[in-house]
């Protein structure tokens, strides 16, 4: 079965940066849209950032200018680069794959972030 794994997370001051990976069993991975999500404490799951078989991307309006999502198709993996991190990031980051109707999650990441 398809297998997404995250990693990056963890802890980090307010203004901080990290970088979140997402690694991928899927053979035909350059064929996938791919996207970031997270979840706060009592909150949604909201939408962070996606990025296109092509390679558009498209990212929510409180994290446009601080995120940066990327993609290497050579190593079935997709990236969340985080600048400037706010208290208001701190959640569980969630890596998702769509194709058609396929669609996959990873378990997630921790990110926190201290003030």
């Known amino acids: 079965q398809v297998q997404l794994v995250e990693s990056g997370g963890g802890l980090v001051q307010a203004g901080g940066s990290l970088r979140l990976s997402c690694a991928t069993s899927?053979?035909?991975?350059?064929?996938?849209?791919m996207g970031w999500f997270r979840q706060a404490p009592g909150k949604e799951r909201e939408f962070v950032a996606k990025?296109?078989?092509?390679?558009?991307?498209y990212y929510a309006d409180s994290v446009k200018g601080r995120f940066t999502i990327s993609r290497d198709n050579a190593k079935n993996t997709v990236y969340l680069e985080m600048n400037n991190l706010k208290p208001e990031d701190a959640a569980v980051y969630y890596c998702?794959?769509?194709?058609?109707?396929?669609?996959?999650w990873g378990q997630g990441t921790q990110v926190t972030v201290s003030s």
């Open positions: 899927i053979r035909t991975f350059s064929s996938y849209n």
């Open positions: 998702n794959a769509r194709l058609q109707e396929a669609e996959y």
């Open positions: 990025i296109r078989w092509s390679g558009g991307t």
